[in-house]
């Protein structure tokens, strides 16, 4: 069974950086390495948002509001994906999760619960 753990979160206030990481188990290198991945996050009172995604080329693509602070990467042989923030803002205060779909599964596997973050002003 695939299993997503989030860590890295924490407080910190505005301007200040955090790099996330998820950790992606229950698949192997090879499906971990040709999956698409994805961050997402979910503020308060919102409904969940992507973030950023990296494809299997390492392509990525960054919502309009975190472009530019924010960058995701992938380490396969750690089956491991991080975003790394900076310059964050208050209204980057959330929990962020990550997901993706493995192999022949049709959509993304059961969530995980996420790392929370927190920006002050």
């Known amino acids: 069974q695939v299993r997503l753990v989030e860590t890295g979160g924490g407080s910190v206030q505005t301007g200040g950086s955090l790099r996330l990481s998820c950790v992606v188990s229950?698949?192997?290198?090879?499906?971990?390495?040709?999956?698409?991945i994805d961050w997402y996050r979910q503020r308060p009172g919102l409904q969940r948002e992507l973030v950023a995604s990296?494809?299997?080329?390492?392509?990525?693509y960054y919502a309009g509001s975190v472009k530019g602070r924010f960058a995701i990467s992938r380490d396969n042989a750690k089956n491991t994906v991080y975003l790394q923030m900076s310059s964050l803002k208050p209204e980057d205060t959330a929990v962020y999760y990550c997901?993706?779909?493995?192999?022949?599964?049709?959509?993304?596997?059961?969530w995980g619960r996420g790392t929370q973050v927190t920006v002050s002003s």
């Open positions: 990296i494809g299997s080329s390492g392509n990525t």
């Open positions: 229950g698949v192997s290198e090879v499906i971990f390495s040709s999956a698409a």
């Open positions: 997901n993706g779909i493995w192999g022949d599964n049709p959509g993304y596997t059961d």
